[in-house]
């Protein structure tokens, strides 16, 4: 049996796509397994840049089944929209399912998420304002639409008849405008006709592929340190990146996951608030925010820069069960003359073993720092180890030491094609 997650092991962003779009190749199945559209992939395929936010990223591979999993939500309009701009590119051939207990996003989840974070004024989480908070509060309240709804109209009817009086009270307590029963209706119908015929229950087609030990490669969205219980709460999305939660999002054992990839940037980067201590601003910012296209996927917000920070990825492979890690632009660095890590946490003078648990506290740290020389080579080019400068071998081979972990993917630009693999995963 050959299965693998993958993880961001930061705030998101690390280039996660890249890598899954690389292991699709040899997979049979790519799962994507919770969030919705606030993610955002960028892909490098074939000379064309894809930018996929619900779609896993399997599905530029038509070999490969790509599956949106039980712990999704699933803005129907953003997925259409997607597949369309993949039709537009001449991707016509592919394999999607959609899990049936997949929790559909609806407009009034992105007029409520709007007008929270407006009325939260200077205390705003930083959410992508794609309803993707509260439509997770609807499936916790037991007040959400599921996929598989949309299979029995009249079953669908009711529910909504039942549901939306309740989120117009929501919406006219923000001062929103209520939304029609019938138009969410036949916005619903027209999603039904387009996309009944990939919605099953992905859990019994998952179970069976586990059996037959197919490869399945479980793709994450958002980063670590966005983990609804354990990121930088409140600044978190509303679900758990952590390959832990892969069991419960998609109904397989435990046992499932055989190996875990930690994707990091060779340096730090956020989008919204929240604390951040590796931060740094100015000029060094920057120059690694323009060259390494920092701005979201989604958002399309410029993204807080800070250099790589070694007690924060140490709290999240311990969390989660790192075995391997991969490295993703690390060519970005050759934009400074120097390379900062961080290597401890202090608060009040006093060094800490952990990664706060309240903002508070995490708001408080200062960090220690060692510094290392950086290249200007072009390593786009290289194809081993031995190729990367002097330079960045040491960069590579000081957070491994730190870490504890291996390497094994060496990412040295967008292309696919351009990864060392210094060792086989999958």
């Known amino acids: 049996m050959s299965t693998l997650a993958i993880e961001g092991m930061q705030w998101g962003d690390e280039g996660k796509g890249k890598i899954t779009?690389?292991?699709?190749?040899?997979?049979?199945?790519?799962?994507?397994?919770?969030?919705?559209?606030?993610?955002?992939?960028?892909?490098?395929?074939?000379?064309?840049?894809?930018?996929?936010?619900?779609?896993?990223?399997?599905?530029?591979?038509?070999?490969?089944?790509?599956?949106?999993?039980?712990?999704?939500?699933?803005?129907?309009?953003?997925?259409?929209?997607e597949l369309d701009n993949l039709n537009n590119k001449g991707i016509t051939k592919y394999n999607l399912v959609i899990s049936s207990r997949a929790t559909i996003l609806l407009p009034y989840h992105i007029e409520i998420d709007k007008a929270r974070e407006e009325a939260l004024k200077g205390n705003k989480i930083g959410t992508t304002k794609n309803g993707i908070g509260p439509c997770y509060e609807d499936k916790a309240a037991r007040l959400s639409i599921r996929m598989g709804d949309l299979l029995d109209l009249e079953s669908l009817k009711n529910r909504l008849e039942a549901i939306v009086p309740i989120k117009n009270l929501q919406l006219q307590a923000f001062g929103g405008k209520p939304v029609d029963i019938d138009e969410i209706f036949d916005l619903l119908k027209d999603v039904a006709i387009k996309l009944k015929d990939r919605i099953i229950d992905t859990t019994v087609f998952l179970r069976k592929a586990y059996k037959e030990n197919k490869k399945i490669l479980f793709e994450g969205a958002q980063g670590a340190m966005l983990c609804l219980n354990y990121g930088t709460f409140p600044y978190v999305t509303s679900s758990s990146p952590l390959v832990t939660a892969i069991p419960n999002n998609t109904g397989l054992p435990l046992t499932a996951v055989n190996q875990v990839l930690g994707i990091m940037k060779a340096y730090s980067t956020r989008v919204g608030e929240g604390p951040f201590p590796s931060e740094i601003d100015g000029d060094i910012a920057h120059r690694i925010r323009e060259k390494g296209h920092e701005y979201g996927t989604v958002t399309k917000r410029p993204r807080r820069v800070g250099w790589l920070d070694i007690p924060q990825l140490k709290y999240v492979k311990e969390i989660s069960g790192i075995t391997s890690i991969a490295i993703m632009l690390l060519d970005v660095l050759s934009a400074v003359e120097e390379i900062k890590i961080v290597t401890k946490y202090y608060v009040d003078g006093k060094e800490i073993d952990y990664v706060p648990s309240t903002v508070f506290e995490l708001s408080k740290v200062k960090v220690e720092t060692i510094t290392l020389p950086s290249w200007k080579e072009d390593i786009s080019n290289c194809k081993s180890f031995e190729e990367l400068p002097i330079n960045c071998q040491k960069y590579i081979e000081t957070i491994e030491k730190l870490l504890e972990c291996s390497i094994d993917i060496i990412s040295v630009s967008p292309e696919k094609d351009a990864t060392i693999i210094r060792k086989e995963l999958f």
């Open 21 to 81: 779009d690389l292991y699709a190749m040899k997979a049979d199945i790519v799962v994507r397994s919770q969030g919705g559209n606030n993610a955002g992939h960028s892909i490098q395929h074939n000379g064309v840049r894809y930018a996929l936010r619900l779609l896993p990223s399997g599905i530029l591979n038509e070999h490969v089944v790509n599956v949106l999993a039980d712990g999704m939500v699933i803005n129907p309009t953003c997925l259409l929209e």
